[in-house]
């Protein structure tokens, strides 16, 4: 019994407690958080959505910035400032997320430098306005699996010049244009739809319901998984009808 008790007295150890961070721990810290905050903004409404836009567009440092949503918001139409090569991933939380158009003109517009990618749990909804959900003025747009535009009274995604639409996923569909171009009106640019992703015919123009290209290339049956869209490359072996 002698020879357990003192075994057991042995194997106990002292506590011993943390050491206090130190000054530059604490600045390194913080500076991280502040990192965090500035590259990967988690907004839970229109007021916090704003405000990420803001400082991102006051930011003058290239990289990659992703803005997360925690829910569904009204947001006025956004206009990225093309001061530094940015790429800007927008995407919902681990739900379904919705972004409707609170103006009168596109919900995005994406100029020359400009990045924006339309990455899981995001749909933006035009909200029946007489204006294009994502203006691709130079810029590029991409659109991943889970994503989704509708809802525009004009049309879903016009390219203007030099601009840049890949589809790599995600859903296009009820919206509509007076003339041309229902779902995707290709003005200046290229799009490029891979065996992903659908722009349907729920989607509505006179000419190129589903999609047009200002080369008269016109598609108005649905192009789903399977079917790839290219604006450069003529007829049926473009997607073209």
């Known amino acids: 019994m002698v020879r357990s008790a003192v075994a057991v007295a042995q194997t106990e150890q002292p506590e011993t407690k943390a050491a206090a961070p130190t000054v530059q721990q604490e600045q390194e810290q913080r500076a991280a958080e502040a990192a965090a905050a500035r590259y990967n903004p988690v907004v839970r409404d229109a007021a916090a959505f704003a405000q990420a836009i803001s400082a991102l567009n006051s930011e003058r440092t290239g990289g990659t910035y992703t803005i997360t ?11 990225f400032t093309s001061n530094a090569a940015k790429t800007i991933i927008l995407k919902g ?18 100029p020359s430098g400009i990045t924006l990618v339309l990455d899981n ?13 994502v203006a691709v003025d130079g810029g590029t747009l991409i659109m ?4 989704a535009l509708y809802g525009a009274g004009k049309n879903g995604v016009s390219l203007n ?8 996923g995600g859903d296009i569909g009820d ?5 041309k171009g229902g779902g995707v009106c290709v003005a200046s640019g290229t799009l490029s739809k891979r065996n992903r992703g659908t722009i349907d015919d729920t989607n509505s123009a006179r000419e190129g319901k589903v999609a047009y290209v200002y080369s008269s290339r016109q598609r108005n049956t649905t ?5 790839t869209l290219n604006s450069n490359i003529a007829g049926g072996s473009g997607g073209w009808e």
């Open 69 to 79: 949503l925690t829910g569904s918001i009204n947001a006025d139409p956004v206009v």
């Open 161 to 168: 010049n030099r601009a840049s639409f890949t589809m790599q």
């Open 144 to 147: 991943k699996t889970g994503s």
């Open 223 to 227: 192009a789903g998984p399977g079917v």
């Open 93 to 110: 939380d681990d739900n379904p997320r919705t972004m409707r158009n609170n103006g009168s003109r596109a919900l995005f517009t994406v």
């Open 121 to 133: 749990n995001i749909s933006l909804n035009g909200n029946d306005k007489q204006a294009v959900i």
């Open 175 to 179: 919206n509509s244009a007076n003339e």
